[in-house]
């Protein structure tokens, strides 16, 4: 029997939350909970793709425990409760707080598939990788039949890229896998933690949390072959810019929406030309020496546009890609013949 206080609710909500809703394996509906005598309350539970583990410290520990029990139900009855909670487990699991009280079948905990522990030798030294992740997800493909291309690649560069468009950043690391989109969905904003990779799973882990991930199994492609020097540039107020392409947008191609940009004397940004007579043409300031011509997407553009935090953008254009260079990050759109 253990008393755990209420303010861990988040804990549990965030391990729980990790755990399928609907799974052919039932044990991936469940959180896996380990008990000990020193008052160290361990919650693990994820679905195919993720693990997450959070470590809690009980009020008091009378026995401990391991069990398996399902997860929604476990979330909702601690959610439930009005104050400190006190979880008893033998034949089943029973959750009491005050004048509540619930009881939930529990699983045989061996029949959990916990994901394997990495060592200490598989650790990256990359204090900020999170933040490059996140950097360059926005132009990872989501469902390509090039599944290698469904995530970041994580070495030299962290890099993501769907083939018309890709964003990449230093990170000088030592090795090659990719992390799949879904699971750079999921990851935790953290400032301080540890990252360690073997071939096919990558842990983050702080002291009291730990989130594994499966890796894509497949050789990412020779993204730097892509890239290509700067021959001109111009540079926009990126608000400005940003409301002047979601303006153009608007009757560009519903299924390509492709629209076109003129640099220069009169900088504007127009929809591309269509079957239908309908048309917009939208101005906006910017500073360049260069004439330019550019067609693109306005769906990829737009994404790369809104990973700008500064004021102002410089964008590089040669023949068939609009470039941002922003420090060690570097992210391209590929244009397109209109």
């Not at 360059?136 to 390509?144: F, K, L, N």
């Not at 090795?175 to 699971?183: G, K, S």
Request: glycine content about 4%.
């Amino acid at each position: 029997m253990i008393t755990i206080s209420k303010s861990h609710q988040d804990a549990i909500k965030q391990v729980c939350q990790a755990a399928s809703s609907k799974s052919h394996i039932q044990a991936l509906e469940n959180v896996h909970i380990t008990a000990s005598v020193d008052g160290t309350v361990k919650l693990k539970a994820g679905d195919s793709l993720v693990e997450v583990t959070r470590l809690v410290v009980a009020d008091s520990v009378e026995t401990g425990f391991t069990t398996t029990v399902n997860a929604s139900k476990f979330m909702q009855s601690f959610n439930a409760c009005n104050g400190d909670v006190t979880i008893i487990v033998k034949d089943e699991m029973t959750i009491k707080s005050g004048r509540r009280k619930f009881v939930l079948d529990t699983i045989n905990p061996d029949s959990y598939p916990s994901y394997p522990e990495l060592t200490d030798d598989q650790v990256i030294d990359c204090p900020n990788l999170i933040e490059l992740i996140k950097s360059v997800s926005w132009a990872a493909a989501v469902d390509d039949v090039r599944f290698y291309l469904n995530g970041a690649h994580i070495g030299e560069y962290v890099v993501s890229t769907n083939g018309h468009k890709m964003s990449l950043v230093k990170a000088n690391i030592d090795t090659d896998i990719i992390i799949p989109v879904e699971a750079v969905r999921k990851l935790p904003n953290l400032t301080s933690y540890q990252v360690s990779a073997s071939d096919n799973i990558l842990a983050i882990k702080t002291d009291d949390m730990e989130f594994k991930t499966k890796l894509v199994d497949g050789r990412f492609p020779d993204y730097k072959r892509v890239i290509r020097d700067v021959e001109k540039r111009a540079t926009v107020n990126t608000e400005e810019f940003k409301n002047a392409i979601k303006a153009a947008a608007v009757l560009a191609d519903e299924k390509k929406k492709t629209i076109v940009f003129t640099f220069g004397v009169e900088s504007k940004v127009e929809s591309a030309e269509t079957s239908r007579k309908e048309s917009s043409s939208i101005g906006f300031d910017c500073d360049t020496s260069d004439d330019i011509k550019f067609a693109c997407s306005s769906v990829y553009i737009l994404e790369l546009i809104n990973s700008v935090q500064s004021e102002s953008v410089t964008l590089g254009f040669n023949d068939n890609q609009l470039i941002v260079e922003d420090g060690d990050q570097t992210s391209i759109v590929m244009g397109v013949k209109v």
